[in-house]
C-alpha cells in the first residue's frame, strides 16, 4: 500500500495540419490556426504565466507538433495572423457600437470581445515579437512545462508499416525541427491518433526519445498483463516507457454526454454572428463577402438544441469551472486513494486532451484547466501534478510489457484513418514511399545543388501527402474537398519531381514554386 501522494499527468496535443497558400491572399482554411492561436494557444500561455506570477507551481505536458511549430516561426502566417486580429478589432468596435444601439443585451460582451482581442496582440505582437513558440519555450526552459515532440507531419504510423523508412523519416525530422525551434531533443513523443504498433518503440529508441503515451487497452492487452493496468508506466523491451490513458479521467472532459463542457453555463460553441446578423452587416468579416463563417463572437450560452438560448454570463461561467475543477480533483483524489491500497507505489493518472478542446471548443476549458492546477497546488499531499520524466526518476524500475496495436480512435485501431471514405489514398502512400527510397538511393549523395533542391522538395511534399488529418477529414465529412485537394496536390507534385529527376527534364520554375507554396521543414533537417 502506497501512502505517497499520486501522480497527475495532465498532456494537451496541440497539433493542426500544415496550412498555408502565399497563392491566395486570403485562404479559409489558414483561419484554423489563426483561430486556435486566439482561443486556445495564447489563453494557454497566459495562464501560465498568470500562475508563475502567482508563485503556484505545475507541471504540464503538451506537444507541439512539427507542423504547428512550423506555421508558429512562419513569416507569411504571422503577418496574417495580424490581419486578422485587427481586422476582428474592427469588428469589435463595430459590435460595440451596434449592441449599445439595438441590442444591450449584449453590450458587455462586445467589449470583453475586444478587450481580448488587444490582449492577444499585446501577447503576440508585443511580448513575444510574433514568435509565439518563445513564450512555450519560456516554460519548457524554466522546468513548469514538458514539450514534447510528435511524427513530423502527423502520419498514422501504424498504416505505415510496409514502408519503415517513412516511418523513421517522420520520428526522425519530428525530433529534428522541435530541437531546432526549441533548442533541445525531446525525451517523448505524442504518437499521431496515439497509434501505436508492436516494434514501433525501436525507431524511438533510434532518436533518443525515452517514453510515449498509448490508449488504454494498448496497455491492459498487452503481454504479460500489467500488474498496475494503466496507473504505472511500464518498459518495452528496449527500455522505452509506455503510459496509459486513464479513461475516468477522460470521461469527464471528453464526453458530450456527461463531460464539464456541456454545462449550460458555459458559452454555446455553435452560435455566431456569422451567421445570425444579416449578410450585409458580416460580408466584411467572412470568407469571400458571402460564405458564413464563425468570428468568433458569441453572445450565447448553452441552452439545449433550440433557438432560444440565454444571454452567456460570462462570471456565471467562471463560477462554474471553479466547481467542475474541484469536482475533478475530489474525483482524483478519491480515484488515488483506491488505488493506493493495491499499489506499492504513487498510482499515475495520465489524462491527455486535445488542445485545442480548452479555448475553441470549449471556451472556458483555459480556466478550468487553471483552476485544476491551483487545486493540485492546494492539495498536494493527495495528489500532484507531474511529468512522465518525473514519474520514471521517481520510480525507475517498472514493469516489462509488450503493448498491443491500437490507437485512441473510434474502436481504438485502424478503421477510422482506413475506412470507405478514405482508402483510396493508401496505394499512392505506399507507392510515393518506395519512389522516395528510389530517389534517395540514387541522388542522396549527388552534389548537384539543383538535385539536392529537387530531392529536399520531394521530401516535403511526401510528408506533407501522409499527414494523418486528410484521412481524418475525410472520415468525418467535414471540409472533404479540401482534403482530396491537399492529396492530390501533393501526389501530383511528387510524381512530377519524382519523373523529372529520373528523366532529367525537372523545370527550375515548377520546382521553384513547389518550393514557395510548400516549404515546411528548413533543407538542414530533410
Not at 486528410?470 to 472520415?475: G, L, P, T, V, Y
Amino acid at each position: 500500500m502506497s501512502n505517497l501522494p499520486g501522480k497527475l499527468i495532465i498532456v494537451l496535443h496541440a497539433h493542426l495540419p500544415f496550412v498555408r497558400h502565399p497563392e491566395n491572399e486570403r485562404h479559409l482554411e489558414e483561419r484554423w490556426l489563426f483561430e486556435a492561436i486566439t482561443e486556445t494557444y495564447i489563453p494557454l500561455l497566459k495562464m501560465m504565466e498568470r500562475l508563475s506570477n502567482d508563485g503556484v507551481p505545475f507541471r504540464l505536458t503538451m506537444s507541439l507538433t512539427p507542423t504547428l511549430l512550423a506555421m508558429f516561426e512562419d513569416e507569411l502566417l504571422r503577418v496574417r495572423y495580424l490581419r486578422f486580429l485587427d481586422e476582428h478589432l474592427e469588428l469589435a468596435s463595430r459590435e460595440i457600437d451596434r449592441t449599445y444601439r439595438e441590442a444591450r443585451d449584449f453590450h458587455h460582451l462586445a467589449h470583453m470581445y475586444k478587450t481580448r482581442f488587444e490582449e492577444c496582440r499585446g501577447v503576440f505582437a508585443d511580448q513575444y515579437d510574433t514568435f509565439l513558440a518563445r513564450g512555450f519555450r519560456r516554460f519548457y526552459d524554466e522546468g513548469s512545462l514538458e514539450i514534447i515532440t510528435c511524427a513530423a507531419t502527423h502520419m498514422f504510423l501504424p498504416l505505415a508499416q510496409p514502408t519503415p523508412s517513412a516511418i523513421r523519416r517522420q520520428i526522425a525530422v519530428g525530433c529534428a525541427y522541435h530541437e531546432r525551434v526549441l533548442g533541445r531533443r525531446p525525451q517523448g513523443i505524442w504518437l499521431p491518433e496515439c497509434g501505436y504498433f508492436p516494434g514501433l518503440e525501436m525507431k524511438l529508441l533510434d532518436e533518443g526519445i525515452r517514453y510515449f503515451f498509448v490508449d488504454t487497452h494498448a496497455i491492459e492487452h498487452g503481454d504479460p498483463m500489467p500488474v498496475y493496468g494503466v496507473h504505472a508506466p511500464v518498459y518495452c523491451e528496449n527500455g522505452v516507457a509506455a503510459f496509459g490513458r486513464d479513461k475516468e479521467s477522460s470521461k469527464s472532459v471528453w464526453s458530450a454526454e456527461e463531460g464539464y463542457p456541456g454545462d449550460p453555463s458555459y458559452r454555446d460553441f455553435y452560435r455566431d454572428i456569422g451567421f445570425d446578423l444579416p449578410l450585409d452587416y458580416v460580408s466584411e468579416f467572412i470568407h469571400d463577402g458571402k460564405v458564413r463563417i464563425h468570428t468568433g463572437f458569441k453572445y450565447h450560452a448553452i441552452t439545449g438544441k433550440t433557438a432560444q438560448k440565454r444571454v452567456y454570463n460570462a462570471h456565471r461561467a467562471w463560477e462554474m469551472t471553479v466547481e467542475h475543477a474541484g469536482n475533478f480533483c475530489f474525483n482524483r483524489c478519491k480515484q488515488v486513494e483506491h488505488l493506493a491500497d493495491v499499489m506499492d507505489r504513487p498510482p499515475v493518472i495520465v489524462a491527455p486532451y486535445d488542445a485545442e478542446l480548452f479555448g475553441h471548443w470549449w471556451f472556458e476549458g483555459p480556466l478550468f484547466l487553471e483552476n485544476v492546477i491551483r487545486k493540485c497546488a492546494e492539495n498536494s499531499e493527495f495528489v500532484q501534478l507531474a511529468t512522465a520524466p518525473d514519474c520514471l526518476e521517481e520510480f525507475p524500475v517498472n514493469q516489462v510489457v509488450a503493448p498491443i496495436f491500437s490507437s485512441w480512435g473510434d474502436k481504438g485501431f485502424s478503421n477510422f484513418w482506413l475506412s470507405s471514405a478514405n482508402e483510396w489514398i493508401y496505394p499512392h502512400l505506399l507507392e510515393l514511399a518506395g519512389r522516395m527510397d528510389e530517389l534517395e538511393a540514387r541522388f542522396q549523395h549527388h552534389e548537384n545543388g539543383f538535385v539536392r533542391r529537387a530531392l529536399r522538395q520531394a521530401k516535403r511534399e511526401l510528408m506533407l501527402l501522409q499527414a494523418s488529418d486528410w484521412a481524418f477529414i475525410m472520415q468525418t465529412g467535414t471540409v472533404v474537398d479540401y482534403a482530396v485537394s491537399r492529396t492530390k496536390a501533393h501526389i501530383a507534385n511528387f510524381n512530377h519531381i519524382y519523373e523529372g529527376l529520373v528523366t532529367g527534364t525537372l523545370a527550375e520554375e515548377f520546382l521553384a514554386d513547389c518550393e514557395w507554396k510548400n516549404n515546411i521543414f528548413p533543407d538542414d533537417i530533410l
